[in-house]
Nanobody, 119 residues
Framework: VQLQASGGGLVQAGGSLRISCAASRSILRINAMGWYRQAPGKQRELVAAITSGGRTNHADSVKGRFTISRDSAKNTVYLQMNSLKPEDTAVYLC??????????????WGQGTEITVSS
């Protein structure tokens, strides 16, 4: 699975941004897709995820502000980020988790997209 992330940039605190992750195959056949982020000096953390069945999960730190969604026709997953805070500044990475024909689950990563929230 190849993943192409886009949409990062610089935004002021309180602003909004939407990032996208386009997959090279049907996202309905990918067990789960998600967004992680990694800030300088911090561990990578899960921001939000969506399963092939459409169930979503958001980290407590972003609940009510960020929303993960998908467009299966475009094989694309989105992360809509509202009310951005400086602490949301990080490199955001798209992830796909796929249980393949050998029944082994594998993680695939896109390139990061950098988001900087200025105060």
């Amino acid at each position: 699975v190849q993943l192409q992330a886009s949409g990062g940039g610089l935004v002021q605190a309180g602003g909004s941004l939407r990032i996208s992750c386009a997959a090279s195959r049907s996202i309905l056949r990918i067990n789960a897709m998600g967004w992680y982020r990694q800030a300088p000096g911090k561990q990578r953390e899960l921001v939000a995820a969506i399963t092939s069945g459409g169930r979503t999960n958001h980290a407590d730190s972003v609940k009510g502000r960020f929303t993960i969604s998908r467009d299966s026709a475009k094989n694309t997953v989105y992360l809509q980020m509202n009310s951005l805070k400086p602490e949301d500044t990080a490199v955001y990475l798209c992830n796909a988790y796929l249980v393949e024909s050998d029944y082994i689950g594998r993680n695939y990563w896109g390139q990061g997209t950098e988001i900087t929230v200025s105060s």
